[in-house]
């Protein structure tokens, strides 16, 4: 058996057990623990696929940069209110989830078929590496959607700065 | 209502704040201090020479002609021989005292009809050293010695006695009787540490 | 056959890496105890050996024997598991660290480094990143004010300096053309081809993000002594306890001085004075002065407030980094 097959499946099952984890822990810090564990897990399996700057920009930006946020959110807010389950929402959940499951489905079904078709041959990714690769890409044949998607970000960003704003109400005695 | 007084904070210039002058300042004073004699003492090794105002163990000064004139007057009701406590067990001490029950002290009347101290013991485990005992005393004979090192493995050992503070204070009249009552043993020693003192 | 052999020199090159990374955090306590020591014009651990040399020994021991409490009412298995995730993600940045050249030893070919991956600064970031999980968790599950306190306010740190650090990295990969430590190396010949006369501000941007990941003093709010206990780490003892600095305040900083060598002082390149291990000497020699300046700046400086620093992170730090990355933009440009 060969070694990166081992990996991919032990990484994928790992991932798919801690994916079960997030949904069914009642304890919101396991959660978010096991969160973490399925995204590194993710990371892992991008590495055996031999998409290295991905494998590692996933543990930067989502299992930490953005993971800490959640931390830092879930820890400040009191056990008590993690702990409460709605079943308004969780109504409201299921079928925009079952909607989600459906869309990735067909996403990855349609990519087993449609995977191989990318511009490089493994031979010129092997010289080239991989980040020579995602930036060529990305700043030729994408070059479009990717402003879009960075112009998308500042918006979010403006519209974060706005709402995070202070509003300055000076009192008419404070003012004196 | 609290009254809140604003206090103008000094700013840095902007020179100061684009090199970070303060931080190059910090650190030059640290790395001068790195390259300097350490000003430890190895303990066990090296032991330091307390001031003679130093505030250790409690000793008796003895009965050996440098009395002061309350204690003459004294002595004649007193049965105390030559290098002998001057106490006259007035019990100020104890009044002067924090702790209600650190002294022990008796005295017994001879037959003669004069006064003699049989007991003065002094629990030092209860004992926090502020001198007051020392003011209190209206004969000098209770005084506090250079000695520090009084630990001890059992607790009554930390109980001193009428006979050893008498012994304690002749020794300590010896080795420091002639010194000059200051802190500091000399103005050298105060000027390594403390830099000289400019008085007005 | 051959993937075994494989697999095997992998794991003896693993073990010597965590041995000697233990031995040498072991030793660089004494090395900082010394230092501040001398700082403060005392001497320092001075009777275990000549002149304290025995003293880590003498201190792990006194680690590992020590009666290891857990207290009542914490969340047993993150409690167990925090120690384990500051330490292990820190040791792991070693994987991809190359300490030198190769050298060819007895008729093999030794390689400083374990992987050397074209993406190995990113990855290393982000090991180091993760490693911080372990203060947080170590805070939470401890049911206690103090280390929750000082678990948050590592978080809020985070946040502020990790884009400022990612941000700094883009000028010397921009001027080296790589992710690969060895190559951003490669990249740096000559005395003045370092990247620091290039990259003065990026450096001072990563010196900032090093004391703010690492915990050391300006920015070590999550165990601000004076404020909240030891932070953190207040409930821990035993080994549990001694895992913590041993991974924040040494292997860290040593592994993130190791990197800053390799960006910005030109890694192991320096004359061939020393014979065959001339490029290990170099390496080392450097990253000891970042070491050590990183200890004079933690035992000089007082400590800034939490939002002191979330606000010199994003508004001083983080613009410093787009003038500069803009700055290297022109530079590589010109160069040609």
Redesign the interface.
């Given at each position: 058996m060969d070694?990166s097959v081992i990996a991919f499946w032990s990484f994928s099952t790992l991932a798919v057990l801690s994916a079960i984890g997030v949904v069914f822990f009642k304890?919101i810090?396991?959660s978010v623990?096991s969160l973490?564990s399925t995204l590194?897990m993710v990371s892992g399996l991008f590495f055996t696929l031999g998409a290295?700057?991905v494998?590692?920009?996933q543990?930067?930006i989502y299992?930490?940069?953005i993971v800490?946020?959640y931390?830092?959110v879930i820890?400040?807010v009191p056990e008590y209110k993690g702990k409460a389950i709605d079943p308004k929402y969780m109504l409201l959940s299921l079928p925009v989830g079952f909607l989600l499951f459906l869309e990735l489905a067909y996403v990855s079904v349609y990519g087993a078929w449609a995977s191989n078709t990318g511009i490089f041959k493994p031979e010129v990714l092997n010289e080239i590496?991989?980040?020579k690769a995602v930036s060529t890409i990305l700043f030729t044949k994408f070059l479009f959607p990717f402003e879009v998607a960075s112009l998308i970000l500042l918006v979010a960003m403006i519209g974060a700065i706005i709402l995070g704003r202070k509003e300055q109400v000076m009192d008419e005695e404070e003012v004196k | 209502m609290v009254k809140v007084r604003y206090v103008e904070r000094p700013t840095l210039s902007t020179v100061e704040k684009i090199f970070f002058i303060d931080f190059v300042y910090g650190l030059k004073t640290t790395i001068r201090n790195f390259f300097r004699k350490t000003i430890t003492t190895i303990y066990p090794k090296e032991k330091l020479v307390p001031p003679k105002r130093f505030r250790g163990t409690h000793a008796h000064r003895a009965k050996d002609g440098n009395e002061p004139p309350s204690f003459v007057v004294l002595a004649k009701f007193m049965e105390i021989h030559d290098y002998e406590s001057r106490c006259v067990a007035c019990y100020m001490c104890q009044q002067a005292c924090p702790m209600p029950t650190l002294f022990k002290i008796e005295a017994e009347q001879l037959p003669n009809g004069k006064k003699r101290v049989t007991t003065f013991d002094m629990n030092l485990l209860n004992c926090l050293y502020c001198g007051l005992c020392v003011d209190a005393c209206p004969v000098d004979c209770i005084i506090m010695t250079d000695e520090f090192e009084n630990a001890g493995e059992r607790r009554n050992q930390c109980v001193i006695h009428k006979d050893d503070m008498t012994e304690r204070g002749i020794s300590f009249d010896r080795r420091r009787g002639n010194e000059p009552d200051r802190i500091w043993i000399d103005d050298k020693a105060r000027e390594k540490l403390w830099g000289q003192i400019e008085w007005t | 056959m051959e993937?075994i052999g494989v697999?095997l020199g992998l794991v003896v090159k693993s073990v010597i890496f965590v041995i000697g990374m233990f031995l040498l955090a072991a030793y660089l306590t004494l090395v900082e105890r010394k230092f501040a020591g001398h700082i403060q014009q005392r001497p320092g651990p001075l009777h275990v050996g000549f002149h304290g040399l025995l003293q880590p020994i003498a201190d792990a021991l006194k680690v590992i024997t020590k009666e290891d409490l857990v207290p009542d009412f914490v969340?047993k298995l993150?409690f167990y598991m925090a120690s384990l995730l500051a330490f292990v993600p820190a040791i792991m940045i070693l994987a991809v660290i190359p300490f030198g050249e190769k050298i060819t030893l007895f008729g093999y070919e030794l390689k400083p480094y374990i992987t050397d991956?074209?993406?190995g600064l990113?990855?290393a970031?982000?090991?180091g990143?993760?490693s911080?999980?372990g203060v947080?968790?170590a805070?939470?599950a401890s049911n206690s004010k103090y280390p929750?306190i000082g678990?948050?306010r590592k978080?809020?740190v985070?946040?502020g300096y990790?884009?400022a650090l990612?941000f700094a990295l883009v000028g010397p990969i921009m001027m080296a053309g790589?992710?690969?430590l060895r190559e951003i190396v490669e990249a740096q010949q000559g005395f003045f081809g370092a990247f620091i006369w290039y990259q003065p501000i990026a450096f001072i941007v990563f010196l900032f993000a090093i004391l703010a990941e690492t915990g050391r003093t300006p920015f070590d709010v999550q165990e601000a002594e004076a404020e909240l206990v030891s932070g953190y780490n207040t409930e821990y003892s035993g080994m549990k306890f001694g895992l913590f600095p041993l991974a924040e305040w040494y292997i860290a900083t040593f592994v993130l001085s190791a990197i800053a060598v390799i960006l910005f002082f030109g890694g192991w390149n320096g004359p061939h004075i020393f014979g065959p291990f001339s490029s290990y000497i170099w390496f080392l020699l450097k990253l000891g002065i970042v070491f050590m300046f990183l200890l004079w700046v933690h035992w000089t400086l007082p400590r800034y407030r939490v939002d002191q620093i979330t606000e010199l992170a994003w508004k001083v730090m983080l613009p410093l980094t787009f003038i500069n990355i803009f700055l290297t933009a022109f530079i590589v440009v010109i160069k040609g």
């Open positions: 070694l304890n810090i396991y623990l973490i590194i290295e700057l494998g590692a920009l543990i930067l299992a930490v940069a800490v946020f931390v830092l820890s400040t590496g991989n980040v | - | 993937l697999i969340d993150l991956l074209n993406v990113i990855l970031l982000a090991l990143s993760i911080i999980y947080i968790f805070g939470w929750m678990g948050l978080a809020a985070l946040i990790e884009v990612g790589s992710f690969s």
